[in-house]
T-cell receptor, first 114, second 112 residues
Framework: AQTVTQSQPEMSVQEAETVTLSCTYD???????LFWYKQPPSRQMILVIR??????QNATENRFSVNFQKAAKSFSLKISDSQLGDAAMYFC???????????FGKGMKLTVNP | DTAVSQTPKYLVTQMGNDKSIKCEQN?????MYWYKQDSKKFLKIMFS???????INETVPNRFSPKSPDKAHLNLHINSLELGDSAVYFC???????????FGEGSRLTVL
């Protein structure tokens, strides 16, 4: 079974600055996928970014990028030019290939200060 | 147009009651899920259905019974509610792109 660990429960960043959210995972499979989801105060979970384990290139979506270190089983999310609307809970998640069971970390609350 | 909609969004009830939460998705997805988010924000999968067939049942008490009348709907019925059932319940759906879930807004259940 896979596990996902987010060791920082909370972080804060100044508007327009860059912040990195950390995540480590463990899985016995070689085929897996990693995700970052965002949950703003409105409560709805939104997919931020996705990374396939077989891809060496780090995924990027506009101001969001990941640093995928496969050997270290690390999957951090970098948010550039932070905006007030980025304030939310961020969840790292892992899915083993062929499975429908997405396993989430405990989440991290990001505060963006104006 | 709401992609994944859940009703009700808020539910307050007494211990021992039975309640249902409904979920509908208009995305044409084959797979639907129920997730539970506890008071510490921890999200855990409860059930998954693919084309009306149960594919994941994650050691959930049998007081919880999911029902999928068709692939666009996945309802959750809870019998004999307990205090520990208080949580936010999220419905989600996905295409066959692994792990890309579309979530509903959640249904906050409070058991008194």
């Amino acid at each position: 079974a896979q596990t996902v660990t987010q060791s920082q429960p909370e972080m804060s960043v100044q508007e327009a600055e860059t912040v990195t959210l950390s995540c480590t995972y463990d899985t016995s499979e070689s085929d897996y996928y990693l995700f970052w989801y965002k949950q703003p105060p409105s409560r709805q979970m939104i997919l931020v970014i996705r990374q396939e384990a077989y891809k060496q290139q780090n995924a990027t979506e506009n101001r969001f990028s990941v640093n995928f270190q496969k050997a270290a089983k690390s999957f951090s999310l970098k948010i550039s030019d932070s905006q007030l609307g980025d304030a939310a809970m961020y969840f790292c998640a892992c899915l083993q290939g062929g499975s429908e069971k997405l396993v989430f970390g405990k989440g991290m609350k990001l505060t963006v200060n104006p | 147009d709401t992609a994944v909609s859940q009703t009700p969004k808020y539910l307050v009830t007494q211990m021992g009651n039975d309640k249902s939460i409904k979920c509908e998705q208009n995305l044409g997805h084959d797979t639907m899920y129920w997730y539970k988010q506890d008071s510490k924000k921890f999200l855990k999968i409860m059930f998954s259905y693919n084309n009306k067939e149960l594919i994941i049942n994650e050691t959930v008490p049998n007081r919880f019974s999911p029902k999928s009348p068709d692939k666009a709907h996945l309802n959750l019925h809870i019998n004999s509610l307990e205090l520990g059932d208080s949580a936010v319940y999220f419905c989600a759906s996905s295409r066959r792109v692994a792990g890309e879930l579309f979530f509903g807004e959640g249904s906050r259940l409070t058991v008194l």
